[in-house]
């Protein structure tokens, strides 16, 4: 799991995505827990909820 600079963490169900935005680097998004299938992005940031960390 990424502990370094800022980052988003997503969790619901057993699901968690994690949203880091490391320094001078692209945005990177990691995926944890069950098997799960959203169409888009979008779909999965509105079936989870937000928490900043």
Same mark, same amino acid.
């Given at each position: 799991?990424? !502990? /370094? $600079? %800022?980052? *988003?963490? &997503?969790?619901? !169900?057993?699901?968690? *995505?994690?949203?880091?935005?490391? #320094?001078? #680097?692209? %945005?990177? =998004? /990691?995926?944890? $827990? +069950? !098997? @799960?299938? @959203?169409?888009?992005? $979008? #779909?999965? &940031?509105?079936? &989870? !909820?937000? +928490?900043? =960390?």
């Amino acid at each position: 799991m990424y !502990d /370094e $600079g %800022p980052h *988003i963490v &997503l969790r619901r !169900d057993g699901v968690c *995505i994690v949203a880091k935005t490391p #320094d001078g #680097d692209m %945005p990177q =998004i /990691e995926y944890w $827990g +069950r !098997d @799960f299938a @959203f169409d888009t992005a $979008g #779909d999965a &940031l509105r079936q &989870l !909820d937000m +928490r900043a =960390i």
